[in-house]
């Protein structure tokens, strides 16, 4: 309850003020009576402040809202370009590979995980080498895996393609006892300038991350193309790698021309390299296929072909012609 007294005060100060008011207002009014035509300016000037304010504001909110739609658009344009999804299915193996697309519109192909293609057709752009290479991971640090060259750097690869390197070198070393194999080269940011080998940035499949150059330390640091034929126990790797999910990738009946002079890639899918040593993860089905030629009468196929031949690459030659966007 409010006391009365309370009352009381607050009924006299309200009176009070109401009087002060009107004493004020009275006040005004005689003054603008003095100052008409200073008042009527004064309130032209406000008015015209008022005005300018108000249309300022409006404008400033406007822009504010073109370019947040500007930056929404880059955005959705963004994740369009960046996380297309896609299924793609081998035909006979069931395959399902869905990865983020890192592809920009000018780089771009019809697979990308386990599958993604890389070659001097169907290269990819530097947005994807960074962003690829941020999702790798140490081989030496996680697995124990040497690089046989500290100008390579640490070797780093794909978190699934590493777990089964790591299980095809296990096998490879108690299969061939006293031998070690360590890596020459996983990942790449960069192309290679070593005359027949080399590819430009953005064409090598070193960019993949399911990649490594891979030696037998009893065999020296020479990355021969005779490897394979000089030393019948690194055979091991090429008859049982796909076991692994792993591929050679540039098998000598791929190259086209000889080995010396192998011929480029061309439309029926051929690699235009020679490397014994260069080992790619490709996925335990697809590498199955691979090796026993399921689409090449029995007889060893190269990635070009197989993806040709199971519809996930339709022009080898022209990635324009499997663009996606
Ligand atoms: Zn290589």
Not at 112 to 128: A, H, K, Q, R, S
Not at 144 to 155: A, F, H, L, Q, R
Not at 198 to 225: E, F, K, N
Not at 274 to 294: L, N, P, Q, S
């Amino acid at each position: 309850m409010v006391k009365p007294q309370h009352h009381r005060m607050a009924i006299s100060l309200a009176f009070l003020s109401y009087l002060h008011y009107t004493k004020i207002m009275r006040k005004i009014r005689f003054f603008i009576r003095k100052h008409l035509v200073i008042c009527i300016f004064l309130g032209i000037i406000f008015l015209a402040i008022l005005t300018l304010i108000i249309v300022l504001v409006t404008l400033s909110i406007q822009s504010g809202n073109t370019s947040t739609d500007s930056t929404q658009e880059e955005q959705i344009k963004a994740i369009s370009t960046t996380e297309i999804t896609t299924s793609q299915k081998s035909p006979t193996s069931g395959l399902s590979v869905t990865m983020s697309n890192p592809y920009n519109s000018s780089n771009c192909t019809t697979a990308w995980g386990p599958l993604m293609l890389i070659n001097p057709n169907f290269t990819v752009d530097t947005n994807f080498i960074t962003q690829r290479q941020s999702e790798l991971i140490d081989l030496t640090a996680t697995y124990g895996i040497k690089e046989g060259n500290s100008g390579n750097g640490t070797p780093m690869l794909d978190r699934e393609a590493a777990e089964h390197l790591n299980d095809m070198i296990q096998a490879y070393q108690t299969e061939n006892p006293g031998h070690t194999m360590t890596t020459r080269s996983c990942f790449r940011a960069r192309g290679t300038t070593c005359g027949r080998l080399c590819v430009a940035t953005g064409g090598s499949d070193h960019h993949s991350g399911y990649t490594c150059d891979l030696v037998d330390d009893t065999y020296g640091d020479d990355l021969d193309p005779d490897l394979l034929a000089q030393h019948p126990d690194w055979q091991w790797l090429y008859r049982n790698s796909y076991r692994f999910g792993f591929i050679d990738r540039f098998p000598e009946e791929w190259a086209g021309g000889t080995m010396n002079e192998p011929a480029n890639i061309n439309a029926e899918g051929t690699t235009g390299l020679v490397e014994t040593w260069h080992y790619r993860y490709v996925g335990i089905d697809a590498a199955t296929e691979i090796a026993t030629g399921k689409y090449n009468d029995g007889k060893y196929d190269s990635l070009e072909h197989y993806l040709k031949s199971t519809g996930v690459i339709t022009n080898l030659t022209d990635m324009k012609a499997t663009c996606l966007n």
